[in-house]
């Protein structure tokens, strides 16, 4: 009797999360992502991950831990996996998103179109640095039409440091024919006010850009707080 009582109550809990699942995805479809929490999202990416598990539960504790829905994309995998419940196939479903999102995005900038919409540049470089938990230094590569001819990673650091040289950048910048350059990284601390030595960087690559005919159009430093701009700060 207690093995076929267990059995009505499993069929119960089943019909519950069954109905809860229906629930989301209508609410998905007719109104789209709107009025979802960030945990609720989650829960919707998951389901094909955990096709027999309530997806709440690992949801909310992925956004206690990582704070936010693109905090929990960008989360390390190893930090992931402290999360009970969380496992490769859960990991590679919230490494595909993130890579989607990227891909997305990089698609509103895309080879040799002209830069005309600032802010599908500042949507690109957030989705692709800010919530990286190392240094990155990124570099926009421009024709005279302001057209992307490439968007390099130059190098990667620490949680606190990247190590940038230069004359490498202006060296590129020449071999691709660039005409201007737009410099970018990250401050995994989360805030992006410049520190002197981003600004003492960033002046001398403008010094040895200029005679080469390359322009420097701005330095962004993004961060989880936002992102600011040395042409906006009228540090360039």
Do not use: C
Request: proline share 4%; hydrophobic share 40%.
């Amino acid at each position: 009797m207690a093995d076929r009582q267990g059995g009505f109550e499993d069929k119960a809990v089943k019909s519950d999360h069954e109905g809860h699942r229906d629930r989301l995805r209508r609410r998905f479809r007719e109104h789209g992502e709107a009025g979802f929490a960030d945990y609720e999202l989650l829960e919707i990416l998951l389901f094909s991950a955990l096709p027999r598990r309530d997806t709440k539960p690992i949801a909310k504790a992925l956004i206690k831990r990582f704070g936010s829905f693109s905090g929990v994309l960008s989360a390390p995998r190893a930090r992931l996996k402290e999360i009970s419940g969380v496992g490769d196939t859960t990991i590679d479903t919230l490494k595909v998103a993130q890579a989607a999102a990227k891909r997305f995005a990089r698609g509103e900038v895309d080879d040799r179109k002209p830069l005309s919409s600032w802010s599908k540049v500042i949507d690109y470089i957030r989705t692709a640095m800010a919530f990286s938990d190392v240094e990155e230094f990124r570099i926009l590569f421009l024709d005279k039409r302001n057209g992307l001819i490439a968007d390099e990673v130059q190098q990667t650091g620490t949680v606190d440091h990247t190590p940038v040289y230069p004359r490498e950048i202006i060296r590129r910048a020449l071999e691709l024919s660039a005409t201007a350059v737009i410099l970018v990284h990250n401050h995994p601390s989360g805030d992006p006010t410049p520190s002197n030595a981003d600004i003492q960087m960033t002046r001398q690559i403008v010094e040895i850009a200029k005679p080469l005919g390359v322009e420097v159009h701005d330095h962004i430093i993004v961060g989880r707080e936002g992102q600011v701009s040395f042409r906006g700060l009228q540090l360039l």
